[in-house]
């Protein structure tokens, strides 16, 4: 009798602990105990979408939104992804966010942005497929994506600069001079030393700074020229050097200075070719020392 008493018991006591399991199941994947994962479902607007890289460089970057709806609420967070799985655009074109769906929701949205970068790449695509870390069964879901419409920075980007000053000792006080009380202006000439109608670095700035573009193919002269100098009155004949410097956004080969030393505080006018640029395609600059 108190073998069938034992034995009793101890049928009993692996009930519990079997119990016990079943309860500690979190649905977090972790489980070795099986269970049916939750439906859900990834939509968008499209799954295929054509994005211009030049309207967005004016708009701003091109987002899509994508969803996800469960047949029920989760009962831990969970997380939905977008992998690339074709394309050849990269991390420099596009950027996923993933959808987090906490506990007792049923629905949640991530993104897809787009980005122009300005590089000369042609038309791309992408394909995203939608993938769960764990606790769902979602339907196949692709979309696909093409970048067209290349933008390509056709912008030069260039600065004259004289800033510094000359000091004159004197037995009552020192006279210090501020070069940049005068002026000078940047003109861009054709290759016949035709004016081109350039003015944005004739503004009576210190340093004039700004950017070329629109400009035909062609050869171009970068001229110096000097406006006004209310410091030769002095006649003290200080050098006054003058840097130009030029860059070209996503073109890293397309940087560098010049620096000239033509003129000093005595000028009260002077014209100096300075560079010059060479434009081809439309945006493609080479700048030289002339």
Known sequence: MKNIYKTFCLFALSGIALTSC???DDHTGESIIEYTKIGATVTSESQSYTVSESDIHTSGDYTIPYYITLNEPVTVTTIIDLEQTGGEADSDDFETTSITVSPGDTTGTGYITIY???????????????????????????IDITIDDDYINDQLNFELNWEGSFTISGTGADLTLDFCAIDF???IYDENLTDTGFYGAA???????????GLPDGLYYVI???FDNPLSEYNVGAEVPL???WSQEYFDSVAGSITMNEFNTDYTSGTYVIATITIEDGYIYTVEAY
């Open 243 to 245: 840097t130009f410097s």
């Open 185 to 187: 202006d940047v003109y």
């Open 224 to 226: 110096i020229s000097l």
């Open 116 to 142: 122009s970068n300005a590089y000369v790449e042609g038309t791309e695509t992408i394909e995203l497929t939608a993938k769960s870390r764990a606790n769902l069964n979602i339907n196949d879901y692709t």
């Open 22 to 24: 079943e309860d500690s």
């Open 203 to 213: 503004t009576e700035s210190c340093p004039e700074s700004t950017t070329l573009s």
